[in-house]
């Protein structure tokens, strides 16, 4: 069983910059792990994955170039560093692991193969 705890998230204005952590009990080393964001009244997306091995990336199109997803297999924790955050990044984040058949980038972000969820941390950036 694996147990996903998130951390980091807070409040900040727009340009600024947050570090979200993703402390995994239980062997994730083979899993891809992943962030979601939710926005009040939206459907979940799929923000940025990373896989097990760390060498595969898939960000959705507005994280890429501010967002980055990285991962410390010793720490057994997933990072997702966030800069120049804009007011629509505003929602609830949650982070996912799982071991995934299609790694196709739409299936990788698409959230529906995860096998495990976090209980999510509030990101809210001011204009």
């Known amino acids: 069983q694996v147990h996903l705890m998130e951390s980091g998230g807070g409040s900040v204005q727009a340009g600024g910059s947050l570090r979200l952590s993703c402390a995994a009990s239980?062997?994730?080393?083979?899993?891809?792990m992943a962030w979601f964001r939710q926005h009040p009244g939206k459907e979940r997306e799929g923000v940025a994955a990373?896989?097990?091995?760390?060498?595969?990336?898939y960000y959705t199109d507005s994280a890429k170039g501010r967002f980055t997803i990285s991962r410390d297999k010793a720490k057994n924790t997933v990072y997702l560093q966030m800069d120049s955050l804009k007011p629509e990044d505003t929602g609830v984040y949650s982070c996912?692991?799982?071991?995934?058949?299609?790694?196709?980038?739409?299936?990788?972000?698409?959230?529906?193969?995860?096998?495990?969820w976090g209980q999510g941390t509030q990101v809210t950036v001011s204009s």
């Open positions: 239980g062997d994730t080393s083979t899993f891809w």
């Open positions: 990373i896989s097990g091995g760390g060498t595969i990336q």
């Open positions: 996912a692991a799982g071991f995934l058949s299609n790694w196709s980038e739409s299936s990788v972000l698409g959230g529906d193969e995860y096998q495990y």
